[in-house]
């Protein structure tokens, strides 16, 4: 049998409030081995990071635990991490197990480089000279597939793409020769072309060094490409436990088929109806369409999106994918007017604008935007109420309080929030409501056109199937048109009638949906699909084998 390197008995966490003590964490019980990816599983708010901030004794002062959290520790045996002193912490940290962030960029420190970072952690142990620690950090760096890693050890942190960001981060957790990994939702924020390159890093960690994961997620494709058993938490409770392919098979629990009924899965999405004939001029019409954004320092401008040709008939919903940097916002932003356009032509709601010229945002209200994170979307300040009214008296001063009162009941309802969420403020709604409220905003107005910059990509999967669902039940009943920008295949396949692929500013592939991610042509859409996981362990060790075999041979990566 392998060795247990982590045991979790018992757990419960709670944190003292002004309302008094709540509770995150209720009598969880779990164990991994060496060797073993286990997958903890729930929407936010289950209880899945406070587990695992617990094995590594990370809690906040505030947090109060009791149970037993039993780490691995060498010849000495298990030792309880909850009854532990601080010292003993210390040696724990980094040796018997290491954590992975979500946010590469909020881990790393700004003011010091990747090297010096790496060399830290050896250096806190007493281990080598500088020299050599040096020399470690490159080693490192190379292990987690870095290119050039001398190089890049002096590189800072904004330097680095945040794929290689989270390579670091995972290289920091590798310095000291932890036995367990806790990664915590280490591809949230990650293109699925370098998602798929974290998850293949993670699998030869643990398949050619016997490192354990604790794998914290809610991206249930994650969960069947990498993890061997699955722990399913919801309020702060464990409610189902089994290996991959049993949970995923035959789930037992009401929450769990509930969770992977909610997951989008590629390829299986109903087929849209047909958008309605073009019999007008299209809403959108770019025509070698340049943005640019200004160099500093003597540096030549960046250009963003760089001869791009797209149109965007009425009532029509074009999906825009793409990875990160590709010019998926910026595109976004310019046809709703707040970039200027650099060459070329982009016609918007019959307004043409030319090289330097820039449409007034929302002008007549017939433009509504989603943004992506609607929690800084709002004033925090007003109530969501006050901010989904707020397009209607700039643009409607005809309309007095109770007619607006009245639209945004109409809005909330439409959205399917409750009456009394016009007087709670932004922090108090959950992340899936604020999107809600979002999207009420953008359409207060019944606007002609719709930009939705990934709305879904900071929601729970069950939230995203609700947002979605909703999203596409009001654009059939409203008719109006969207750009529905996002780098998530699946979600795009289930709302969009045609999707244009961009890559390095140019739209490489567009088309239908169903012909465009069911037959694609262009190899670089070949390899966004190719490196999208499904939400089935089979078809995903299927679909896994023949991917970028050469990289997982030599662990490479682009730069």
């Not at 981060?169 to 990664?183: D, E, H, N, Q, W």
């Not at 310019?334 to 970039?339: M, Q």
């Not at 309309?399 to 639209?407: F, S, T």
Request: hydrophobic share 45%; net charge neutral; glycine share 10%.
């Amino acid at each position: 049998m392998p060795e247990e390197l982590l045991r979790v008995e018992d757990l419960h966490v709670s944190f003292a409030t002004d309302g008094g003590a709540v509770d995150a964490v209720r009598g969880v019980d779990l164990a991994v081995a060496a060797g073993e990816a286990l997958a903890l599983v729930g929407e936010s708010g289950s209880g899945k990071t406070v587990t695992a901030r617990s094995v590594l004794g990370l809690l906040p002062d505030s947090a109060a635990a009791r149970g037993r959290v039993l780490l691995a520790h060498g010849d000495a045996g298990p030792v309880d991490v909850l009854g532990t002193d601080r010292r003993t912490l210390r040696e724990l940290r980094g040796t018997a197990a290491a954590m992975v962030f979500q946010e590469p960029s909020t881990a790393l420190n700004p003011v010091f480089p990747i090297g010096w970072q790496l060399a830290e952690g050896l250096r806190a142990h007493g281990l080598g000279n500088r020299a050599r620690r040096r020399a470690r950090a490159v080693e490192l760096l190379e292990q987690v597939g870095i290119p050039e890693p001398a190089r890049r050890a002096r590189y800072y942190p904004h330097q680095l793409s945040g794929g290689q960001q989270q390579r670091a981060v995972i290289a920091m957790a590798l310095a000291l020769g932890a036995r367990l990994l806790v990664a915590d939702e280490p591809t949230t924020a990650l293109d699925v072309t370098v998602q798929a390159e974290i998850l293949d890093l993670l699998r030869r960690c643990r398949d050619e060094s016997g490192t354990a994961l604790l794998l914290i997620t809610h991206n249930m494709g994650v969960v069947a490409d990498l993890a061997d058993r699955v722990a399913v938490m919801r309020a702060g409770r464990i409610v189902e436990q089994a290996p991959v392919r049993e949970l995923f098979a035959a789930p037992q629990h009401p929450y769990t088929r509930q969770l992977l009924s909610s997951v989008p899965d590629f390829g299986a999405a109903p087929a849209r109806p047909a958008p309605p004939e073009r019999v007008a001029a299209p809403v959108v019409a770019a025509r070698a369409l340049v943005v640019e954004y200004p160099g500093r320092w003597g540096r030549p401008p960046f250009r963003a999106v760089d001869g791009v040709d797209l149109e965007i008939g009425a009532g029509e919903v074009l999906g825009l994918v793409g990875e990160s940097g590709s010019g998926k916002t910026t595109l976004g932003r310019a046809v709703a007017g707040l970039v200027p356009v650099g060459g070329g032509t982009l016609t918007v709601l019959g307004e043409t604008l030319r090289p330097g010229a820039r449409r007034r945002p929302g002008r007549g209200g017939r433009l509504g935007f989603v943004f992506q994170d609607p929690a800084t979307s709002f004033d925090p300040r007003l109530t969501i109420g006050a901010c989904v009214a707020e397009p209607l008296r700039v643009h409607r001063p005809e309309l007095d309080g109770a007619a607006v009162a009245a639209r945004v009941r109409e809005l909330l309802d439409q959205v399917r929030l409750p009456a009394d969420t016009a007087g709670r403020h932004p922090h108090e709604l959950s992340g899936g409501q604020r999107q809600r409220a979002s999207l009420a905003r953008a359409l207060a107005l019944d606007p002609d056109l719709v930009v939705a910059d990934e709305p879904t990509s900071a929601l729970d999967v069950s939230v995203q199937a609700r947002v979605l669902e909703l999203f596409t039940r009001l654009q059939r009943e409203l008719g109006f048109a969207a750009l529905f920008v996002s780098h998530d295949l699946a979600v795009v396949e289930r709302v969009a009638d045609r999707v244009a692929v961009l890559h390095r500013g140019r739209v490489v592939e567009s088309g239908p949906t169903a012909r465009v991610l069911g037959a694609p042509e262009h190899p670089y859409t070949r390899r966004l699909i190719d490196s999208l996981p499904v939400p089935d362990p089979d078809r995903q060790a299927a679909r896994r084998r023949p991917r970028l075999p050469e990289q997982q041979q030599t662990g490479a990566t682009a730069p």
